[in-house]
């Protein structure tokens, strides 16, 4: 794994072999400098991939599936060679994307800029694009890319398959969305404080130490799954049936307020897998002595506006536990109370994150990187921002069942993932690294790394 200063000094090498712009006299100022770069629809997130001679927008695979594109000057265009197989470029048949012979006019671009670092790629002297498939009604959008009219489905990325990165900022400096925290996958199920799952299903946890273990190891991201009981919201996986002594929910946040009291300059993430009403979550969280003291609200500081805050000003305001849900605003809207109204916030408007799995525990793993929601009747694309505001990256890095081996293997490898899947893929770096075992494989080790650099 690479050292941190091995990681500064391959990024400023990087940066100085991107930043010579393209040798063309006629290539324009405003595209991006020749490099390698991933084609990004600014839609759906996904990447334009060679595919048989097709094109196609598939999830975003690192240095997998013929993904990475070399973008070079052409007289007064531009192509795209793909960087598997020389001489194949991006281009066009028809209504089709296809790759072409890079010497074919069917493979030259005209390049705009298009807002909000997004790009428009046109025929050129046509008012035909690249463009993402319409969706079909109920259905995802269509792999294959097609050549068609201008609009949103027309706006691409370019990004830089190895992004010049920069140093960290002082730590007075730091904003929230520029640290990298060390996440607990279903941090509850540790078999320490409590039953979490039915027989047998107890026997395999996601984690091996309880919550105060966790907190003092240095994780502050906690991945919890709630259930309602005539108890109130209980901490268990798939339901609570059968499930002996599980834990409730405000025990768990009790144990991490009072961290935060012993800890002044410490800040907690909560992430919740939701099934309680809201009424029940509200007073799940009054039976917590002293969470309205650390709890922050986003919601009612600005944050869309102007972006996240310093984490020295959020440690100063004492607000220092974000508690979200991935509960579902407009089911809360319907039962008339919102958990944001009690400070709970909606992942979805805060966070993006990857898709869950890479696979079962034994076998082939998918490294791919794409979003946890990105399906027929939902799109929040990894790449996802709005004007002043960034969304947190939530980064997945788990199999469907824990196996320590696995599990030692896979957090060995996170940087990597980090770095050459899911940083490009997100287009910024992960703020929650979640992991099963973190006792295995060093993942605070990734942790420290990606804590070194920002994204531009």
Same mark, same amino acid.
């Given at each position: 794994?690479?050292?941190?200063?091995?990681?500064?000094?391959?990024?400023?090498?990087?940066?100085?072999?991107?930043?010579?712009?393209?040798?063309?006299?006629?290539?324009?100022?405003?595209?991006?400098?020749?490099?390698?770069?991933?084609?990004?629809?600014?839609?759906?997130? /996904?990447?334009?991939?060679?595919?048989?001679?097709?094109?196609?927008? *598939?999830?975003?695979?690192?240095?997998?599936?013929?993904?990475?594109?070399?973008?070079?000057?052409?007289?007064?265009?531009?192509?795209?060679?793909?960087?598997?197989?020389?001489?194949?470029?991006?281009?066009?048949?028809?209504?089709?994307?296809?790759?072409?012979?890079?010497?074919?006019?069917?493979?030259?671009?005209?390049?705009?800029?298009?807002?909000?670092?997004?790009?428009?790629?046109?025929?050129?002297?046509?008012?035909?694009?690249?463009?993402?498939?319409?969706?079909?009604?109920?259905?995802?959008?269509?792999?294959?890319?097609?050549?068609?009219?201008?609009?949103?489905?027309?706006?691409?990325?370019?990004?830089?398959?190895?992004?010049?990165?920069?140093?960290?900022?002082?730590?007075?400096?730091?904003?929230?969305?520029?640290?990298?925290?060390?996440?607990?996958?279903?941090?509850?199920?540790?078999?320490?404080?409590?039953?979490?799952?039915?027989?047998?299903?107890?026997?395999?946890?996601?984690?091996?130490?309880?919550?105060?273990?966790?907190?003092?190891?240095?994780?502050?991201?906690?991945?919890?799954?709630?259930?309602?009981?005539?108890?109130?919201?209980?901490?268990?996986?798939?339901?609570?049936? /059968?499930?002996?002594?599980?834990?409730?929910?405000?025990?768990?946040?009790?144990?991490?307020?009072?961290?935060?009291?012993?800890?002044?300059?410490?800040?907690?993430?909560?992430?919740?897998?939701?099934?309680?009403?809201?009424?029940?979550?509200?007073?799940?969280?009054?039976?917590?002595?002293?969470?309205?003291?650390?709890?922050? *609200?986003?919601?009612?500081?600005?944050?869309?506006?102007?972006?996240?805050?310093?984490?020295?000003?959020?440690?100063?305001?004492?607000?220092?536990?974000?508690?979200?849900?991935?509960?579902?605003?407009?089911?809360?809207?319907?039962?008339?109370?919102?958990?944001?109204?009690?400070?709970?916030?909606?992942?979805?408007?805060?966070?993006?994150?990857?898709?869950?799995?890479?696979?079962?525990?034994?076998?082939?793993?998918?490294?791919?990187?794409?979003?946890?929601?990105?399906?027929?009747?939902?799109?929040?694309?990894?790449?996802?921002?709005?004007?002043?505001?960034?969304?947190?990256?939530?980064?997945?890095?788990?199999?469907?069942?824990?196996?320590?081996?696995?599990?030692?293997?896979?957090?060995?490898?996170?940087?990597?993932?980090?770095?050459?899947?899911?940083?490009?893929?997100?287009?910024?770096?992960?703020?929650?690294?979640?992991?099963?075992?973190?006792?295995?494989?060093?993942?605070?080790?990734?942790?420290?790394?990606?804590?070194?650099?920002?994204?531009?």
């Amino acid at each position: 794994m690479r050292t941190p200063h091995a990681l500064l000094a391959t990024a400023a090498a990087l940066a100085a072999a991107v930043v010579a712009p393209p040798a063309s006299a006629g290539a324009a100022a405003d595209v991006p400098p020749g490099g390698t770069y991933y084609v990004q629809s600014a839609t759906t997130g /996904l990447n334009a991939a060679a595919y048989g001679g097709a094109v196609e927008q *598939r999830n975003p695979k690192g240095d997998e599936d013929h993904q990475q594109w070399n973008l070079r000057a052409s007289g007064a265009s531009y192509v795209l060679e793909n960087a598997d197989t020389a001489g194949s470029c991006l281009g066009r048949s028809g209504d089709q994307a296809r790759t072409v012979a890079c010497t074919s006019a069917d493979a030259a671009w005209e390049i705009a800029p298009a807002g909000d670092d997004r790009y428009t790629l046109k025929a050129p002297g046509t008012d035909r694009h690249l463009t993402v498939a319409a969706r079909p009604a109920g259905a995802n959008h269509p792999a294959r890319l097609a050549i068609g009219s201008a609009g949103d489905l027309a706006r691409w990325y370019l990004t830089p398959v190895r992004p010049a990165t920069r140093p960290m900022p002082p730590a007075d400096q730091r904003t929230l969305d520029q640290i990298t925290f060390l996440t607990a996958h279903n941090a509850y199920a540790n078999g320490v404080d409590g039953g979490f799952a039915p027989p047998f299903v107890n026997l395999v946890p996601n984690q091996t130490r309880g919550i105060d273990r966790q907190l003092a190891d240095g994780v502050r991201g906690f991945m919890l799954d709630i259930h309602q009981t005539r108890d109130g919201a209980i901490l268990c996986h798939n339901s609570c049936t /059968l499930v002996s002594k599980p834990v409730a929910l405000w025990v768990d946040l009790q144990r991490m307020v009072d961290f935060l009291k012993a800890h002044p300059d410490q800040f907690v993430a909560v992430f919740l897998e939701d099934y309680v009403d809201p009424g029940v979550l509200r007073g799940e969280l009054a039976r917590v002595n002293g969470l309205s003291d650390v709890l922050y *609200r986003p919601d009612r500081t600005g944050v869309r506006q102007n972006g996240w805050p310093r984490m020295a000003d959020l440690i100063e305001a004492n607000q220092r536990l974000l508690i979200l849900t991935d509960h579902s605003r407009s089911a809360d809207e319907a039962a008339g109370l919102t958990r944001d109204s009690f400070g709970v916030m909606y992942q979805r408007e805060w966070t993006v994150e990857n898709h869950w799995s890479m696979g079962s525990g034994l076998g082939s793993s998918d490294w791919s990187c794409y979003s946890r929601w990105y399906g027929a009747d939902l799109n929040i694309p990894l790449t996802r921002t709005e004007p002043g505001f960034r969304p947190l990256f939530v980064m997945n890095h788990f199999r469907d069942t824990t196996i320590s081996g696995t599990a030692r293997t896979d957090n060995g490898k996170l940087a990597d993932r980090a770095e050459r899947f899911c940083g490009p893929a997100a287009r910024k770096k992960p703020n929650f690294l979640a992991v099963d075992r973190y006792d295995l494989g060093n993942p605070a080790d990734a942790v420290d790394s990606l804590n070194t650099y920002t994204y531009p």
